[in-house]
């Protein structure tokens, strides 16, 4: 069976057909929600839980490899805007951008760890790509 990275797959989620095992999926789900780690350390603290995940699974799984390297990539992005809404601030705009930015990214992260634990690729819409 060949299978065509889609909208909503990475492009390097292994085309063997087989399905993730229940631990696979599980790391998968973390890769994401690790991300909410961001709200006791602040800012850094979203990259650091996918990171984490990253570092110690790439090796094992090539589906936890995949939401763990679209995890990073996109809270690195999320970062990255969280910095440009702090200053904007100095113009005001920036707190309404920044509630928005944490809304989106609380959503896009529960709505990619729901199709990782059902074991279906995930790809953020809205993010840079830094690990490839």
Not at 38 to 45: A, F, K, P, Q, R
Not at 73 to 83: D, K
Request: hydrophobic fraction near 60%; aromatic fraction near 10%; include cysteine.
């Amino acid at each position: 069976m060949v299978r065509l990275a889609g909208m909503n797959e990475p492009a390097n989620t292994p085309a063997s057909g087989a399905a993730p095992t229940e631990n696979e999926r599980t790391w998968a789900m973390l890769a994401h929600l690790s991300a909410l780690v961001g709200l006791l350390i602040w800012m850094i603290g979203i990259v650091l839980g996918p990171l984490a995940v990253y570092l110690m699974r790439r090796d094992q799984s090539p589906f936890v490899e995949a939401h763990a390297k679209e995890a990073l990539n996109f809270n690195i992005t999320v970062l990255l805007a969280a910095i440009a809404c702090l200053l904007l601030m100095l113009v005001f705009i920036g707190v309404l951008l920044g509630a928005a930015l944490f809304v989106a990214w609380l959503v896009m992260i529960l709505i990619a760890a729901i199709k990782a634990s059902e074991g279906a690729p995930y790809h953020y819409p809205f993010a840079l790509r830094f690990v490839k």
